[in-house]
């Protein structure tokens, strides 16, 4: 039974190999994935298989059982994320930034406050980059004010493209008309319709590469962080003590926006009160 094939195909994928693999992912990532998910580690691992000239999963498992093979178990994380995102994804979150958190903290800036925002599980930088161009759209100057966004994601290859800041056609449908013409420009890319982000934005946005459940090296604390989509693929526990380390680096009445089908759990739901769709605001303490 063990040894039978999960998925048809060229390599053989055993329950037993998809447990060590859902298990790395899991303690590498705290991502959980269901045996549901046979035919996408197939799929998106089989590249692997072929560049390492291996013929089997279980060979494969050997090399990333290893502790110590750093980089192949980050490539297998890399291939298993999702990374879906768009430009404005759940707009409401950046109608609430524009109306009723940007004012204060443009305030505070131009009195030599310091304001931080927090891209966390920040995907190819368009979460970021869309935060970015309401805030340049409503301080045109701040770069001259210590207001700073970090975008950050475990996937290596996520945080090079943010860096980049060259997105699809089909990615940018949803900018403002009046941010689009000023903050991006478009370019070609061999046959195809680049959308590059303004100097200004780039600028703005520090990406960095970071797993959630590794050590925060930040010392200072956000005013607000989005980090949408991202602990759906957690499990409760993990869930839990995520939104309890964001309620503990959120200044006293910072905001966190969650995704659409995230929901609050553990100690941290008696310390967010909810301010909108799927937008919370930090009382003051924290779990810290
Ligand atoms: C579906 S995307 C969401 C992107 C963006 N927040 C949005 O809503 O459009 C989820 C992102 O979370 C990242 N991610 C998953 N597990 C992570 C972890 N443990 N630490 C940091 N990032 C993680 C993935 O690499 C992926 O880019």
């Not at 920040?122 to 001259?144: F, H, K, R, T, W």
């Not at 008309?177 to 890319?189: C, F, P, T, V």
Request: hydrophobic letters at 45%; proline letters at 3%.
């Amino acid at each position: 039974m063990d040894a039978a094939a999960l998925v048809p195909g060229e390599y053989l994928l055993t329950v037993s190999d998809f447990r060590q693999i859902a298990a790395i992912l899991h303690d590498d990532a705290g991502i959980s994935l269901s045996e549901s998910k046979a035919a996408l580690v197939y799929a998106r691992l089989a590249k692997r298989l072929r560049v390492l000239g291996l013929s089997s999963f279980r060979d494969y498992c050997a090399i990333v059982s290893n502790g110590n093979a750093v980089d192949e178990r980050q490539k297998l994380v890399a291939a298993l994320t999702t990374n879906v995102t768009k430009f404005f994804r759940e707009k409401h979150h950046f109608d609430h930034l524009r109306q009723k958190v940007l004012p204060g903290l443009i305030e505070r800036a131009r009195k030599g406050g310091r304001v931080r925002i927090w891209s966390a599980g920040c995907s190819n930088g368009q979460e970021a980059y869309s935060a970015a161009l309401v805030i340049l759209q409503m301080m045109p100057d701040v770069l001259d004010y210590d207001f700073k966004l970090l975008a950050s994601d475990i996937d290596p290859n996520m945080i090079a493209e943010g860096r980049i800041g060259a997105y699809a056609e089909s990615a940018i449908e949803d900018v403002p008309a009046e941010l689009r013409n000023r903050w991006l420009s478009r370019s070609r890319d061999g046959g195809e319709t680049r959308w590059q982000v303004a100097e200004e934005a780039r600028q703005l946005v520090a990406f960095r590469e970071l797993n959630l459940f590794a050590r925060w090296p930040m010392k200072r604390p956000f005013d607000v962080i989005f980090c949408r989509n991202v602990a759906i693929y957690f499990d409760k526990d993990k869930q839990a003590d995520l939104w309890a380390r964001f309620a503990g680096v959120l200044v006293p009445g910072g905001h966190l926006y969650i995704g659409h089908s995230e929901r609050i759990s553990g100690p941290a739901a008696d310390i967010f009160v909810n301010d909108g769709i799927t937008t919370w605001r930090c009382a003051q303490g924290g779990v810290r």
